[in-house]
């Protein structure tokens, strides 16, 4: 039977990609919103579109720190667990996780 740490390990670099992946889809997001409000200003909207589009861009904005905050926390796990599991340095696996930590060390630094 395959060893439980592989598993342990496969789970928790899914999570860290996806949730690199989730915090820089935000990051996107706040860009592509801003420029839409540029464009309703540039076009001159009115108030409502202006102040709804703003609201638009803030909820966009606060999810960024709590993406940020739960990467952190599955980053500093998975980065534990290959300190400790040392001995599956040779698989696939743990250099795919080790691979995946590097990414999201430059989403975190963003």
């Known amino acids: 039977m395959a060893d439980p740490r592989i598993r342990q390990l496969v ?4 999570v860290v ?14 860009n592509v919103e801003r420029t839409r409000l540029e464009k309703f200003r540039n076009d001159g909207a009115d108030d409502h579109v202006l102040r709804k589009q703003q609201e638009v861009i ?3 904005e606060m999810m960024i720190p709590d993406s940020k905050r739960r990467l952190q926390k ?8 290959l300190d400790d599991e040392v001995d599956l340095k040779e698989t ?8 995946i930590l590097t990414e999201a060390k430059g989403v975190l630094a963003v």
Do not use: W
């Open 11 to 14: 789970i928790k670099t899914g």
């Open 17 to 30: 990609k996806r949730l690199s992946k989730e915090k820089t889809t935000y990051e996107k997001e706040v």
């Open 58 to 60: 803030e909820e966009c």
């Open 74 to 81: 599955e980053f500093d796990l998975l980065q534990k667990f």
């Open 92 to 99: 696939e696996t743990y250099t795919k996780a080790a691979e």
